[in-house]
């Protein structure tokens, strides 16, 4: 996986992953009108997707999005619940006997905080998610974030700092700040 990303919007270098969103965006509506069952028809969707055929024992609940598709690094025995995300443009690696819970989100890719970069860059840094760690429904995983071994993400969590290895991580629960 590469290290953290910088590109501009207005570039060769753009326009070809613009591209390649499409085809996959494409290819990812096409795997998730499957009838469940057609396993050789998702497989050949998988491989067209992420350029390499499925690893052994990974699973994949449809629906599935990805915005790019080729450098999402899957482990084997990975497993994938229904409706998640991963922006892989900046790298996403899930090591072996990763777990992931429905609708989780994986995000490399941003933009500058300025205002006057903000629409001429593309921003990113990979995420890396080591063996064994789980992570809940519905959790975020933001840019550049390193998620140790054994560790649990739970439910809902906005992951935007690493995790170290065999801990629990918690947050982004909704707070009442006003009331009328």
Partial sequence: MSGDR?????????QAMAER????TELTSRLNALPFEDEAG????????????????????????????LNLDLAERVFINQN?????????????RVMIGPKVTFITSGHPVDPGERKLYLTGAPIDVAEN??????????PGVSIGRDAVVAAGAVVADDVPPASLVTGG?????RRW
């Fill in 21 to 24: 969103v499409l085809r996959v």
């Fill in 173 to 177: 629960k909704a707070t009442v700040r």
């Fill in 133 to 142: 760690v789980w992570i809940g429904a519905g959790a975020t995983i933001l």
């Fill in 6 to 14: 910088l590109m501009r919007i207005h570039s060769a270098e753009f």
């Fill in 84 to 96: 998640c995300t991963f922006l892989d443009y900046a790298g996403i690696r899930l090591g072996e």
């Fill in 42 to 69: 998702k497989a050949k969707l998988f491989e067209r997707i992420l350029g390499k055929p499925l690893p052994p024992g990974v699973t994949i609940y449809p629906p599935f999005y990805t915005d790019h598709g």
